[in-house]
């Protein structure tokens, strides 16, 4: 007879924020397993009732420090969607250089510094540099480009500040955009090497059938705005988020969980984005992708970190070309009024979509808010995958399997600051 | 050249004990980093000596002051913790193994008493303050 064994993880490292994981398994069955959030909830959406619509970016892109401009573009348009206002293609060119800006950072942290470690073997980023000097160089490079082209566009790196509802407060001239141009062509061919280099990392043999979720633009690869698709027939308008999804609380985690309605668990992000519009991709994107032995979807969560890579490649492609075409707009923004409104918004965070939706009264005061982000909707996805992991590797002892279900729990890149924005708090007690 | 960088939130109260000396050296360059991270390399690039002051929680009394030499042995990484997964201690260690470590660093702690949110520091660590920036500003 065999005995039951536990794994607990009490902090996962390499993780944005606190969060734990818990499984109890006896040979190869699972009877217990847990993603726990444990970050304390952070009640964003109440701090936003009685705010006006114009704060709602700046005040959500403080929910987090590493994909701000997220945030600040999902609560834009959502206030732009309430007031019928569309923004004239000069300006949403501008928000896309932003928001691949931000890609480049996020993706360049994650890949070199929180994700590469666990395939090399080494327990951190710096640990890694040792070995790895040239690779990490590179990596702080690609990421500091990321940074530099947020505060070209944004005034500063961290929360823009240079963001609003209809635009923004300055437009870059032409010069400080071209003045971008020679460090982008660097790291055109650093992450083309990126996407290369990791994709001769050992993947585990593993795939799931997801069901996966993007932002879907007509004639680009969804970033900044579109309608919400799925490979499972899901093609909604962001005004239907609620008829096709909800969220749900579980007394393990201080996020809610979302899941499509009479569904389940659905998976966003980088997987997702790719899997579904992989022909949106730009030529060297999609060349350095297949170069790295990814076909035109990828169900492999693993192999996410190659996936990463090649939208930094297209990140980097797509701010190029756009520098090639800029002028500069006649106006920085135009005029928004959303009094009276609803109105929501999505966008492609690194990390998946988030969905911003706000009540707004008469007066533009915003008297109820939702905000969705990616790792909330990711939490189920995360643990279906440990849940199927787990049996075909039960073999492995505690220390090895533990290293490798963290990993796949750092395959999502959770945001677990994010996740824990939310407003309700669930308080039991016993008498 | 020799420079300061002080380290710290300006919105956890006596975590900002490194960015008030950076604001208040009036005789060498002073830099303020919210941020503590990998971007401390960029800062001290070009710079053959770095005094590094951040906040620090060792258990000691409030306001103590503590100069370590990194070059040494890396810090105490549970003294220097930061709210981010990546602070002074870890970039230090990256920088070393990257070989872009400054010919000559020290780091200056000052022992915070809280790290509440707020925008002012704390009496004792106030005035930990001033003599750290008495002492940098004359050195």
């Known amino acids: 007879m065999s005995a039951e064994r536990e794994i607990a993880v009490d902090y996962l490292a390499r993780v944005e924020g606190e969060g734990a994981m818990y499984l109890r398994l006896k040979d190869d069955e699972v009877l217990d397993l847990q993603f726990k959030i444990f970050e304390p909830p952070r009640f964003f959406e109440a701090f936003l009732r009685g705010r006006r619509f114009q704060e709602a970016p700046d005040i959500t892109a403080r929910i987090c420090g590493i994909c701000p401009v997220a945030y600040q573009t999902s609560a834009c348009n959502a206030m732009e969607h309430a007031a019928d206002v569309i923004l004239p293609a000069e300006l949403l060119d501008l928000r896309r250089i932003l928001y691949c800006g931000e890609w480049i950072e996020s993706h360049g942290l994650h890949v070199y510094f929180l994700h590469a470690p666990d395939f090399l073997g080494y327990e951190s980023g710096i640990a890694m540099a040792g070995d790895h000097p ?5 990596g702080l490079r690609l990421k500091k480009l990321g940074n530099h082209i947020m505060t070209v566009l944004g005034g500063r790196e961290i929360h823009p500040i240079n963001v609003k509802v209809g635009g923004f407060y300055r437009t870059p001239a032409t010069e400080e955009l071209q003045a971008l141009v020679p460090e982008l062509e660097w790291a055109l061919q650093a992450a083309i090497d990126t996407a290369s280099w990791v994709a001769g990392f050992p993947f ?29 027939g899901i093609d909604i308008a962001p005004e239907q988020w609620r008829e096709v999804f909800e969220e749900s609380h ?11 309605k009479e569904r389940g668990s659905y998976h966003v992000g980088p997987m997702a984005r790719y899997s579904l519009n992989f022909e949106q991709l730009t030529p060297l994107a999609q060349k350095a992708a297949l170069d790295s032995g990814l076909g035109p979807t990828c169900s492999n969560p693993f192999r996410s970190i190659v996936v990463r890579a090649v939208e930094i490649v297209f990140a980097i492609e797509e701010i190029l070309s756009i520098i090639d075409r800029y002028r500069r707009p006649a106006a920085p923004a135009v005029p928004v009024v959303a009094d009276g409104r609803i109105g929501h918004g999505v966008s492609e965070a690194p990390r998946g979509i988030l969905y911003h939706r706000y009540e707004i009264d008469d007066a533009g005061l915003i008297s109820d808010a939702q905000i969705v982000p990616p790792t909330s909707q990711n939490q189920l996805s995360i643990e279906d995958d440990l849940r199927h992991f787990v049996p075909p590797h039960a073999h492995l002892e505690d220390k090895d399997l533990q290293w490798q279900l963290e990993q796949a729990i750092r395959n999502y890149d959770p945001c677990i600051s994010c996740a824990t924005h939310f407003l309700d708090l669930t308080v039991e007690r016993e008498t | 050249m020799r420079i300061v960088i002080g380290v710290g939130n300006p919105f ?30 960029d800062l001290w690039q070009g710079a053959d000596e770095v005094v590094i002051v951040d906040a620090m929680h060792s258990k000691s009394e409030p306001g103590t002051i503590r100069v370590y030499n990194p070059l040494d042995q890396p810090l105490p990484t549970a003294t220097f913790a930061s709210s981010h997964a990546i602070g002074v201690a870890e970039t230090i260690e990256m920088a070393r193994r990257l070989g872009r470590l400054p010919a000559r660093l020290s780091v200056y702690g000052i022992e915070a008493e809280t790290l509440t949110s707020g925008t002012t520091v704390s009496p004792a660590v106030a005035a930990a303050v001033e003599r750290v920036v008495e002492e940098l500003d004359h050195a």
Do not use: Q
Not at chain 1, 134 to 138: E, L
């Open chain 1, 134 to 138: 040239d690779r990490v160089k590179a």
């Open chain 1, 204 to 232: 585990p043999e593993f795939e799931r059938d997801y069901e996966y979720v993007a932002v879907r633009h007509p004639d680009r690869y969804g970033v900044e705005d579109g309608r919400i698709i799925s490979n499972r």
């Open chain 1, 250 to 260: 579980v007394a393990w985690s201080n996020a809610l969980h979302a899941h499509v």
């Open chain 2, 12 to 41: 956890r109260s006596d975590d900002a004990a490194g960015l008030e000396v950076a604001r208040r050296l009036t005789n060498v360059t002073a830099y303020e980093s919210s941020l503590g991270g990998f971007e401390l390399m």
